[in-house]
C-alpha cells in the first residue's frame, strides 16, 4: 500500500532540511523505532528532523507524491505507541524545533515551538513569576507538541486542569502540506468549530503542530505538600474522595501503592519516608494567601486522621518537596527496572469511584495470578495500573495480559469511566475503542481523519480498530 523510502527520496529529504537532519543508518534510527510501551518496536525507513513549518510542509508535499507513511514525534516518551512508526516510512521528528519565541507578560501568554521540553517551559516562565501549570510526571523529556497530540495531563489535573485548558493558539501543518494557523493570544474565541480543541489529543494523526501559544497565570506565592502515609490500602482510596466531597480541591492528590514506593527505593538505593506504609497520598495545596492555604491544610490533615493515617510529613521549601516527588515520578522507571516486562493501563473514573476501581483491580489481579500495583492522578479520577510479568512464564504472561486489560476497561467503564485518561489510544488499545465509543462516533471520527489525510499517510495503525 505504501511506497518504499529509496535513495533518490532521501537525497530530496536532505535538500529540505539539511544533509545532518536526515538520519538513515540503523543504528541512528534505533532510537526513533520505539517510544515508552514495553516490547513495541518498529524501524522507520528514515527519520528527518525538521526544523520549519515550512520544512514540514515540503516533507509531506514529498510524502504525498511518493505515497510514504509520515509519523511525527516529540521525544518519544509516550505511552500508547502514537510516535512508533507502525507501517515504516519517515519519523518527522521535532526535537529541533526547541525556541521559547516569546513570553509575552502584557497578554500572560507564552509561544513555543513544538519541541521544547515542557519542564523547560514551567523554569522559564516561573523565572518571570508566571505559571504553566500542566506537569506530566515525564515533565523533563516529554515536547509540548507531544503533550498536546496525547492531551496530556500532571498531577496539578485535579485544580488547574490539562493541556487542553491552557492552549490557545496553534500553528499547525496538514497531511496536504498547507499551513493553518487557528486562534491566537485570544482567552475567548468562537469563530467557527473549535479546531484548537479537534487537533488536542489527535495523537498525531490530523496535522503536525508546529507552534503553540499557552495561557499562563500568575505563580501561587504560596505551597505545602504533605505525604501521608496509611496501614490500609482502602482508607487511603477513601481519603481521596472525602477530601473532595469537603469541597476543597488541592492542586494534586497523588496515591501510591507499597509496592510502588518499594520499586522506587530499590531504583534509587535510599528509604522512602513511612517506608512500611500499604499505601501514601502525596497531596499539594497552593495559593496566594497563607492563612488560607494553612487553612485547607488543617482540613486535610484532619480528614486523613479520620480515616487513620498515622503521621504525615510536610514540606513547605523546594529541596523538601523535590525530595517528595521524586519518589512519584521515578514511579514508573522503578517499576520497569524490577520487571522489565510489564504492562501499563490508565484507566480513569469519576473522583468518588476511586475506591471501587482500587478495590476492583485488586480483585482482578487476585483471580489472575498477576502482580498488579496502582499509582497516579486518584485526585482527578486516573489511575495508572502496572501489570508486571515479575518471573512468570511468557506463555502464561502472554495469555493473561489481554483478558485482564479487557476486564480493567470493562470494569472502568461500569463505575462511569473510560479506558485511558492521559497516555491515548496509539497503537496499543485500539482494538478496544469500541468498547469506550460507539460505533457511530467511531466512524465519524473516522471520517474527520479522512478529511484532514485521505490519502492517509498520517500516523497510520493508530486510534482506530
Ligand atoms: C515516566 C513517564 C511518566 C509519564 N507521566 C505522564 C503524566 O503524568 N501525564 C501524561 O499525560 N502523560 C505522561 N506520560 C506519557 C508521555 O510523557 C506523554 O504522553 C507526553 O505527552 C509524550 O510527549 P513526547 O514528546 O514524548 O511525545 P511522543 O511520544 O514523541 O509522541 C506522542 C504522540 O504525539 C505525536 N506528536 C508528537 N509531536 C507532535 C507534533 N508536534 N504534532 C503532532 N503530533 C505530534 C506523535 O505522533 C505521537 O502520536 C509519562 C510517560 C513516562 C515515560
Not at 485500539?430 to 498520517?458: H, M, N, S, V, W
Request: proline share 6%; hydrophobic share 45%.
Amino acid at each position: 500500500m505504501y511506497a518504499k523510502v529509496d535513495r533518490r527520496v532521501v537525497e530530496e529529504l536532505r535538500g529540505i532540511v539539511g544533509e545532518d537532519r536526515v538520519l538513515v543508518e540503523e543504528e541512528a534510527l534505533e532510537p526513533y523505532s520505539h517510544d515508552e510501551v514495553v516490547g513495541l518496536r518498529a524501524f522507520p525507513e528514515v527519520v528527518v528532523r525538521a526544523g520549519s513549518a515550512a520544512q514540514v510542509a515540503r516533507v509531506f508535499q514529498l510524502a504525498q507524491r511518493e505515497r510514504i507513511p509520515v509519523t511525527p514525534r516529540g521525544a518519544g516518551y509516550g505511552l500508547s505507541g502514537g510516535a512508533v512508526p507502525a507501517c515504516g516510512g519517515i519519523v518527522l521528528s521535532l526535537e529541533k524545533m526547541d525556541r521559547i519565541l516569546e513570553i509575552d507578560r502584557k497578554n500572560l501568554m507564552v509561544t513555543v515551538e513544538p519541541g521544547v521540553i515542557t519542564g523547560n517551559i514551567h523554569r522559564a516562565v516561573e523565572a518571570e513569576g508566571l505559571f504553566y501549570p500542566p506537569d506530566p510526571a515525564s515533565l523533563d523529556s516529554c515536547t509540548i507538541g507531544g503533550n498536546i497530540a496525547e492531551g496530556a495531563g500532571g498531577p496539578r489535573a485535579v485544580k488547574y486542569g490539562v493541556t487542553k485548558d491552557y492552549v490557545c493558539g496553534l500553528e499547525a501543518v496538514l497531511p496536504s502540506g498547507e499551513i493553518v494557523r487557528a486562534g491566537g493570544k485570544l482567552v475567548k474565541n468562537v469563530t467557527g468549530y473549535n479546531f484548537i480543541q479537534l487537533l488536542i489529543g489527535s495523537e498525531g494523526t490530523l496535522a503536525v503542530v508546529t507552534e503553540i501559544i499557552l495561557r499562563l497565570i500568575p505563580l501561587p506565592k504560596v505551597q505545602i505538600d504533605l505525604l501521608v502515609p496509611f496501614d490500609d490500602f482502602q482508607a487511603a482510596a477513601d481519603t481521596v474522595s472525602d477530601i473532595i466531597a469537603h469541597r476543597i480541591l488541592p492542586t494534586a492528590i497523588e496515591f501510591m501503592e507499597r509496592d510502588s514506593i518499594r520499586a522506587v527505593e530499590r531504583l534509587l538505593e535510599k528509604e522512602a519516608p513511612f517506608h512500611d506504609a500499604a499505601a501514601h497520598l502525596l497531596i499539594q495545596l497552593d495559593g496566594n494567601v497563607p492563612e488560607a492555604v494553612d487553612a485547607e491544610y488543617e482540613i486535610v490533615s484532619e480528614l486523613c486522621l479520620e480515616h487513620g493515617a498515622q503521621d504525615g510529613f510536610v514540606a513547605r521549601d523546594r529541596p523538601t518537596r523535590d525530595r517528595l516527588w521524586e519518589f512519584r515520578r521515578k514511579i514508573i522507571e522503578a517499576l520497569k527496572h524490577e520487571s522489565p516486562v510489564n504492562h501499563m493501563e490508565d484507566v480513569v473514573v469519576p473522583r468518588a469511584e476511586i475506591p471501587a476501581l482500587l478495590q476492583g483491580i485488586r480483585a482482578i489481579s487476585a483471580e489472575h495470578g498477576i502482580r498488579i500495583v496502582s499509582f497516579g492522578h486518584a485526585g482527578d479520577g486516573n489511575v495508572h495500573v502496572n501489570l508486571l510479568k515479575d518471573r512468570l512464564p511468557a506463555e502464561f504472561w502472554a495469555a493473561a495480559v489481554p483478558p485482564v486489560q479487557e476486564k480493567l476497561y470493562r470494569l472502568a467503564l461500569s463505575l462511569g469511566g473510560t479506558i485511558t485518561g492521559e497516555h491515548g489510544i496509539g497503537s496499543v488499545r485500539r482494538k478496544y475503542i469500541p468498547l469506550a465509543l460507539d460505533t457511530a462516533q467511531i466512524e465519524l471520527q473516522r471520517g474527520i481523519r479522512d478529511l484532514f489525510d485521505p490519502g492517509r499517510i498520517l500516523n497510520p495503525g493508530k486510534i482506530f480498530p
